[in-house]
């Protein structure tokens, strides 16, 4: 993940100043001109020798990772999944375009400048980055375009420029549900704020529509109800007014079957200064049957693996019910807008819900992989001891991240309720009693209790030795690569907190001359099982103080950032340049799809409406009608005789049909035939010797 920083206020704005107006003959008196205007003149007018220096920067930019690409190949696939895919294509497409506009209202704009004139290079950043701006680099040249504009003053979803009182206000007002809503955008009505739907904003809105459209398309090529139901209700909610019309939705979501995976809708806060704000982000994927059932054997543990760690802390915890939560693991196809992340991958969704309805977590197995670097094996370069080297495998990465994201769950949660700390008989929850460190005590048990759990399963002998091994050697060179990152992240900070208490607790050693790690794998043993006790019984009492106190052990605040104290941050830092030396680089993961066929770019394959017109689908049905008249001559037809036909066969032949007419009421005595066994009884009637006539030709 990588969380954009917002731009200061030395990035200047590109303004077209100091040029001769039209008709100005006469020289003007020389306004005071600062730097900024002549910044700003300087970037418009780039020499070709300058725009080699704005091409290195990018140069630079593009060089900080490496760039993952997972390929999809629509051929195995049935003709009715590959028109699926195909118009999900094309939704995905949309998506990007929404999540650009949200940006930055001129970014399609920037888009298509960089299309008619950047370079390669150029076309590859904005691709790359959702935008023209380096993430790494703050330098007003380091961007796609050459025009290099500003990078705004604000996500679209907000006012322009809005001021924090004007944001107190938002909150205060009686409209706050709407406003605060993440599927509305604020506008300013004089002193008043407006909730805007995004279907009636005029920038949005006719995207958000096409987006609406798409999906209904996909409605009638998909083969699975359950994920019609989806699709229908997702329209819907896009071309609502309501603040909040995704509730529908979303639950079809957590009931979704079948093998297709789709997520969608403007659910992405993370991008958002406040969080508040929901940017566009879609997912396509197919579920890995194999790894859902791994995934599945380990959620249904959960309860045993929570009674361990009851056992651990000597407490009852609460244990999660099976039905409570589904999880599913996927292969992306693909990935758009917010959910394609410019540096990382995600690697699971979760969608929470009320606690009558059930929730739901996919992992994305193939997202794990691709970012587990290839050449992660040169991660040995970190670690001192040979044998550790060879254990570090592709395999222990995605088990490791895969128990990590089921610990997520494992109580105590955020949200779980717990007694007040301060108001004696009153409840609270994790979450809030441990308040702004929360998110990296969370972080930090999740990891903690992933190799604890690990050690726990080999002591019961459902892994050996030699893996456990391999978890801990991997989870070394996973936990330092984390740290490549600035700490303003709770991963980054939960990693480097999790090294320096190792370190502490001697399971792990570093040697300063070659700048390598070294672990004591029975030490390592007891130092995950008593940093897991620790930590989880901050979380049940939630001791706020002890939390802080955790914290600032191997964290520390210099110039409102965050950073790992010293010692522990040279040792980060050698450890980031030995992965740079050993040409680790993050990871940026892109989707492409191949094969899919000619016509499915076309949305319009869809008068596969006029089929369900045919539900007189029987070929048959056609030449009936037009030989209406000749129904007694093509009676070569078998389907019929059962309506039609029986009735027919005797004014077939010529001579029982004069009486048949005659004795017109009497045919439902035909019909009735089997009351012939009372052929005893018809003596008794007159009329009915004359019913024997046609009973012998009937013979």
């Given amino acids: 993940m990588f969380s954009i920083r917002h731009p200061h206020a030395s990035l200047l704005p590109l303004v077209l100043l100091g040029l001769p107006g039209c008709g100005q003959t006469e020289k003007p008196t020389k306004p005071p001109i600062n730097t900024s205007q002549l910044r700003a003149v300087a970037a418009a007018t780039l020499s070709e020798e300058g725009d080699r220096d704005r091409q290195k920067l990018l140069q630079e930019e593009l060089a900080r990772c490496v760039e993952q690409t997972l390929v999809f190949s629509a051929r195995d696939l049935g003709a009715d999944d590959q028109q699926l895919l195909a118009v999900l294509h094309q939704a995905v497409a949309v998506v990007d375009q929404l999540n650009l506009l949200q940006a930055n209202p001129k970014m399609l704009a920037y888009q298509d400048e960089v299309q008619q004139k950047g370079s390669d290079l150029d076309r590859s950043m904005f691709r790359r980055n959702h935008g023209p701006w380096c993430l790494g680099n703050e330098d007003v040249r380091c961007c796609a375009l050459r025009s290099m504009p500003p990078r705004g003053s604000g996500p679209y979803a907000w006012p322009e420029a809005m001021a924090q009182d004007e944001y107190g206000r938002i909150r205060a007002s009686g409209n706050s549900r709407a406003l605060l809503s993440p599927f509305t955008l604020v506008r300013r009505q004089g002193r008043q704020f407006q909730a805007l739907p995004m279907i009636k904003d005029p920038l949005l809105g006719p995207l958000v529509r096409k987006l609406a459209d798409l999906l209904r398309q996909a409605v009638a090529v998909a083969t699975e109800p359950s994920l019609q139901d989806f699709l229908r209700a997702r329209a819907a909610a896009l071309t609502s007014t309501d603040p909040s019309p995704y509730a529908d939705g979303d639950r079809k979501w957590r009931e979704l079957k079948g093998r297709w995976e789709v997520v969608v809708g403007p659910h992405d806060l993370r991008d958002d200064p406040r969080g508040i704000k929901g940017r566009f982000s879609m997912v396509v994927g197919l579920e890995d049957e194999a790894a859902t059932a791994q995934v599945t054997l380990l959620r249904n543990n959960m309860p045993r693996l929570t009674t361990w760690l009851g056992q651990l802390v000597r407490k009852r915890l609460p244990k999660p019910e099976k039905s409570r939560e589904s999880m599913r693991a996927i292969q992306v196809i693909l990935a758009g807008g917010a959910a394609r992340r410019p540096l990382g991958a995600d690697v699971a969704l979760v969608l929470s819900a009320p606690p009558t309805e059930q929730q739901k977590k996919v992992v994305m197995v193939n997202n794990l992989r691709a970012m587990v670097p290839q050449d992660q094996s040169r991660g040995k370069q970190v670690l001192a001891d040979a044998r550790d080297q060879e254990q570090v495998t592709e395999e222990a990465s995605v088990h490791n991240d895969l128990l990590v994201e089921v610990c997520r769950e ?77 700490l303003h992240r709770a991963e980054a900070r939960a990693a480097g907190l999790l090294l320096g208490l190792l370190t502490d607790a001697k399971a792990l050693t570093y040697d300063e001359t070659p700048g390598r790690w070294a672990i004591d794998h029975p030490k390592m043993r007891r130092a995950v099982r008593t940093l897991a006790k620790r930590v989880v019984s901050i979380q049940l009492a939630g001791d706020r103080d002890a939390a802080a106190k955790l914290l600032a052990s191997h964290l520390t605040e210099k110039g409102g950032r965050v950073q790992l104290a010293d010692p522990l941050d040279r040792r980060r830092l050698r450890a980031k340049e030995s992965f740079m030396q050993a040409k680790i680089r993050p990871v940026v993961v892109t989707y492409k799809v191949t094969d899919l066929p000619a016509v499915a770019p076309r949305t319009k394959p869809q008068p596969r409406k006029p089929e369900p017109k045919k539900p007189s689908k029987p070929a048959a049905d056609k030449p009936d009608k037009k030989a209406a008249p000749k129904k007694p001559d093509k009676k070569a037809e078998p389907k019929k005789p059962d309506k039609k036909v029986a009735p027919k066969k005797p004014d077939k032949k010529a001579e029982p049909k004069k009486p048949d007419k005659k004795a017109a009421p009497k045919k439902p005595n035909k019909k009735a035939e089997p009351k012939k066994p009372d052929k005893p009884k018809k003596p008794d009637k007159p009329k009915k010797p004359k019913k024997s006539k046609p009973g012998n030709p009937g013979k």
């Fill in 410 to 486: 494992i109580a105590p949660t955020d949200d779980m309720e717990i007694k007040d700390r301060k108001n004696k008989g009153a409840k609270t929850t994790v979450g809030q009693a441990l308040g702004e460190t929360a998110p990296t005590v969370a972080e930090l048990k999740a990891r903690v209790l992933s190799l604890w759990l690990a050690n726990e399963m080999r002591l019961r002998k459902r892994i050996t030795d030699e893996q456990l091994r391999q978890r801990f050697s991997t989870a070394l060179v996973q936990t330092l690569g984390l740290l490549r990152r600035d």
